[in-house]
């Protein structure tokens, strides 16, 4: 069984970075897409990034583009998220998320309806 926590959300101000990290359990083949979302409050959970295991292609979602990068850690089995240049606009609870998958292709749709496993979310807070 797939089991995801995240960490390392604060509060910070304009402009400052922050690396949230997704510790990862159960995972036992790199035919996984690893994705991070973001939901504010009365606002429908979004699509941030993407990062499919097997190869390590990333893909980004145009709101937060240029801002963040996904990465993975294997010998930690970490998936991270570098967030660089926040705005007051990125607030909002952070999810990590698994599935099952066999090709980047899926995984570039990030859709939240086809992850399988999340975790509780981490809680990043910008202020101007």
């Known amino acids: 069984q797939v089991r995801l926590a995240e960490n390392g959300g604060l509060s910070v101000q304009t402009g400052g970075s922050l690396r949230l990290s997704c510790s990862t359990s159960?995972?036992?083949?790199?035919?996984?897409?690893m994705g991070w979302f973001r939901q504010a409050p009365v606002e429908e959970r979004e699509g941030v990034a993407s990062?499919?295991?097997?190869?390590?292609?990333?893909y980004y979602a145009d709101s937060m583009k240029g801002s963040v990068a996904a990465s993975y850690d294997w010998d930690k089995n970490t998936l991270y998220l570098q967030m660089t240049n926040l705005k007051p606009e990125y607030t909002a609870m952070y999810y990590c998320?698994?599935?099952?998958?066999?090709?980047?292709?899926?995984?570039?749709?990030?859709?939240?309806?086809?992850?399988?496993?999340w975790g509780r979310g981490t809680q990043v807070t910008v202020s101007s």
């Open positions: 998320a698994a599935a099952p998958s066999t090709s980047f292709s899926s995984c570039r749709v990030l859709s939240a309806a086809d992850f399988r496993t």
């Open positions: 159960g995972i036992t083949n790199s035919n996984y897409c």
């Open positions: 990062y499919y295991l097997r190869y390590g292609d990333n």
